[in-house]
């Protein structure tokens, strides 16, 4: 049996683990896109008074995709540049925080499961 070094095993990481957001109504219209593989620290890093750079650090890597628009219908910045956090409103955060924490641990063959 030969052992390599591990400088010789190709790089891993940890697989993404997709998920297409269903949100309440009247934010149905929107698509979220999340990564549901992180580390709780993410959520956890959260509080109340959580600035648009924390939520844009802590969430920016598991909300990886969206199509949600102003009141103008001008598209929003990706979820990791903090200007997202401050146009987005508090009612929808809140809708896609819940839907994150829903969705952690429910496997389907679709994002992963068996």
Excluded at 61 to 90: K, N
Aim: hydrophobic share 40%.
């Amino acid at each position: 049996m030969s052992t390599k070094p591990l400088s010789h095993v190709p790089e891993r990481r940890m697989p993404q683990r997709l998920v297409e957001l269903e949100l309440a109504p009247p934010y149905d219209l929107f698509r979220v896109t999340a990564n549901l593989a992180f580390s709780p620290r993410r959520l956890a890093a959260l509080t109340d008074q959580a600035t648009p750079t924390d939520l844009a650090s802590a969430m920016g890597g598991v909300i990886i995709a969206h199509d949600i628009v102003d009141e103008d219908g001008e598209p929003l910045p990706a979820a990791s540049d903090p200007t997202f956090w401050t146009r987005c409103p508090a009612d929808l955060i809140a809708v896609v925080m819940g839907e994150v924490r829903n969705n952690i641990g429910k496997l389907t063959p679709r994002n992963g499961g068996r």
